[in-house]
């Protein structure tokens, strides 16, 4: 009953200060998760909190699968299609790069032995871009740049999860097998790993969504995508595959095809609604946890850590530019601006410390990995996320943004203020307001509306930046006006199943193609 009553008294003095941090956040202009790293460094040493202290399964088993899922789950097929290129570069070779350039930078740097220079590799190339993302939505960074930046973040904690499981399998064995022979094995258990992930994910994320299609219930919609949240990554486990990989395929099927044949409009905002939410928590939870493990006195070791973020800065410049000049050679898709934001936004975070924390007590260098990971990713959250909104800026990244911003709200007021009016004439064809009292309103109404187009007339929607944003968003639209319309006609069976598959491809395609034209440009 006391370790209960210890737990829960935890878990609620968490969310309270990770509620006051969230509404300081709002007046404050440092992104919530970074705050609250800051607040748990600020209050860890005042003992504020009875001890606390992150584990491995906490992250890899609670945590994880609900920012995984709620990711992928909100990830488009569409959108990942069209930059499938930069995302799986990054995400694998790119990962594969980085863990060979620091475990060559730390072993000649500082004479690390090369199992734990790689080990900490592994560790630390997971990126873990929550506050970036954040930022991006404020600051009106291109849709392209994000769907990038994100896709590649979820792909590569799975190839980072698939090395660090085997490297940490050759370190703890130490079997004296040929090089040659090591290589193969591990590349063979390396692809059976992923492929296995891929496996899982698909099998749960297919059941699950033909299981939503039998029935329209939101409360049983929602458990199910947990039970196939946190299924997918047990079953993971169990059969020895990717867990990371399987929460990721899981949540892209149900969030693209499950929610399309199985989720009504009123379902489906119920289950974005969950997922926001569980996110919420548990974003609060392990960035507060985060600030909370980190102890000064880990910090002080100023040389180890030095190399430490030598190493992942050096290794995540040559995995962005290097692979993305590589990809620039066959189609001009990544600007160089926006590789100056791959590199820089590649915070790391949660999976890295879960990751050096499950290592085994007994590993020799095991307190020496601990302290650079903690070091590395306290000057990656802090010093690279608290200098991305004025990285972004310098970059010119956003242009018009002011005006842009400004566009946005009168719109937003513009769409409010006709609902409104919408409002007033049903209640009065209900009877349930008189004629004076909607002559009021719908004066009021009106008068505010003539004062937003006079806003709305001082703008300059030629602005090239205006133009493109609002091109992009309304092509966007119709192009799912025009799918929801090829649906309805399956339906209707007006339509061939096959000729509605080549006909959404077409769509794709076409838009893919223009999404690039229109984008590569910022």
């Known amino acids: 009953m006391n370790e209960t009553h210890t737990a829960i008294t935890v878990l609620f003095l968490l969310l309270l200060v990770a509620s006051c941090v969230a509404m300081a956040a709002k007046w404050i202009r ?38 995984l899922f709620e990711a992928s789950w909100n990830l488009k097929f569409n959108h990942l299609r ?64 994000t769907t990038i930046i994100e896709g590649e973040s979820l792909f590569n904690d799975g190839t980072a999860a698939a090395i660090f499981r085997i490297l940490l399998g050759i370190v703890v064995g130490m079997t004296a097998t040929p090089a040659e022979k090591l290589f193969w094995n591990s590349l063979r258990e390396f692809l059976l790993l992923i492929s296995g992930g891929i496996a899982v994910g698909s099998a749960i994320g297919l059941i699950a969504s033909k299981l939503t299609s039998f029935f329209d219930d939101h409360l049983l919609e ?5 039970i196939a949240a946190y299924g997918s990554i047990l079953l993971a486990e169990l059969l020895h595959v990717s867990p990371v990989i399987a929460v990721l395929v899981t949540g892209l099927i149900i969030g693209n095809y499950g929610r399309q044949i199985g989720m009504s409009p009123t379902t489906e905002v119920a289950v974005n609604s969950f ?9 609060s939870l392990v960035f507060l946890l985060i600030g909370l493990e980190i102890q000064f006195s880990m910090l002080q070791n100023v040389l180890v850590i ?21 990809l620039n050679r066959f189609e001009t898709t990544i600007p160089f601006r926006w590789q100056h934001v791959l590199f820089w936004g590649g915070l790391r975070g949660s999976l890295s410390i879960a990751l050096v924390l499950s290592l085994p007590t007994t590993l020799p260098g095991r307190s020496t990995l601990v302290i650079m990971i903690f070091g590395a990713v306290a000057f990656s959250l802090l010093g690279q996320g608290l200098s991305m909104s004025p990285f972004i800026r310098r970059l ?4 018009g943004e002011p005006r842009m911003r400004d566009l946005e709200m009168l719109q937003a007021q513009m769409l409010a203020e006709t609902d409104a009016l919408k409002e007033v004439d049903r209640l009065r064809s209900e009877g349930r307001i008189s ?8 004066q009021q109404i009106t008068e505010n509306q003539e004062q937003i187009r006079g806003l709305l007339s001082q703008l300059d929607f030629q602005e090239p930046h205006i133009v493109q944003q609002q091109l992009l968003h309304f092509q966007r639209h119709l192009l799912d006006v025009k799918k929801a319309r090829l649906r309805e006609l399956l339906r209707e069976g007006l339509l061939s199943a096959d000729s509605h598959h080549e006909l959404i491809t077409q769509l794709d395609k076409d838009w893919a193609k ?4 229109r984008t590569a440009g910022n």
């Not at 970074?34 to 945590?63: A, K, N, R």
């Not at 500082?110 to 990126?127: E, H, Q, R, V």
């Not at 929602?222 to 947990?226: G, N, R, S, V």
């Not at 040559?318 to 000049?325: C, E, I, P, T």
């Open 275 to 283: 997922w926001e939410y569980a996110t919420f928590v548990v974003n």
């Open 222 to 226: 929602i458990t199910l995508t947990t």
């Open 30 to 67: 440092v992104p919530y998760t970074l705050m609250l790293v800051i607040v748990g460094l600020i209050i860890s040493p005042m003992h504020f909190l009875p001890t606390v202290h992150i584990s491995p399964d906490l992250i890899l088993l609670i945590f994880l699968p609900a920012l």
């Open 306 to 326: 030095f190399w430490a973020v030598l190493a992942m800065l050096a290794s995540r410049m040559v995995a962005v530019y290097g692979l993305m000049s590589i």
């Open 435 to 442: 004629d004076p009292v909607q002559q009021v309103l719908r």
């Open 514 to 517: 223009r999404f690039t034209e």
């Open 82 to 145: 069209a930059n499938l290129w930069p995302i799986l570069l990054l995400a694998v070779p790119g990962v594969c790069l980085a863990v060979g350039v620091i475990g060559v930078i730390l072993h000649f740097g500082i004479g690390l032995p090369w199992p734990s220079a790689f080990l900490f590799g592994a560790m630390i190339s997971a990126t873990d871009p929550v506050s970036v993302l954040a930022l991006f939505k404020k600051l009106n960074i291109p849709t392209r740049l």
């Open 396 to 399: 010119k990244l956003v242009p």
